[in-house]
């Protein structure tokens, strides 16, 4: 992946912020996000050689990374129908 800590494109997460899963759903690269759990935001990248926006996250109650590729034919709209901010 080549990633530059950025990505062209907008999106709503902030670091070290909780998000909760509206809908469960299994990422691109494997990675299952379950409804209602709680995820921390820890980093954004971009990889050119998949055009993808990638999304890092880990579990609330774990540190090891979960990723969402959100590949660059995705609708904007998906980061707010997948996952809401935790107040």
């Given at each position: 992946m080549s990633s530059s800590d950025s990505t062209?494109?907008?999106h709503p997460f902030v670091d070290g912020?909780?998000?909760?899963?509206?809908?469960?759903?299994?990422?691109?690269?494997?990675?299952?996000?379950?409804?209602?759990?709680?995820?921390?935001?820890?980093?954004v990248a971009y990889s050119h050689y998949d055009s993808c926006t990638v999304i890092t996250f880990h579990e609330y109650d774990a540190t090891a990374p979960v990723q969402w590729w959100w590949h660059d034919d995705e609708p904007e709209a998906l980061c707010s129908m997948r996952f809401k901010e935790v107040k």
């Open positions: 062209w494109r907008d912020k909780t998000y909760a899963a509206q809908k469960s759903f299994v990422g691109l690269m494997g990675n299952e996000f379950v409804s209602g759990r709680l995820y921390v935001f820890d980093r």
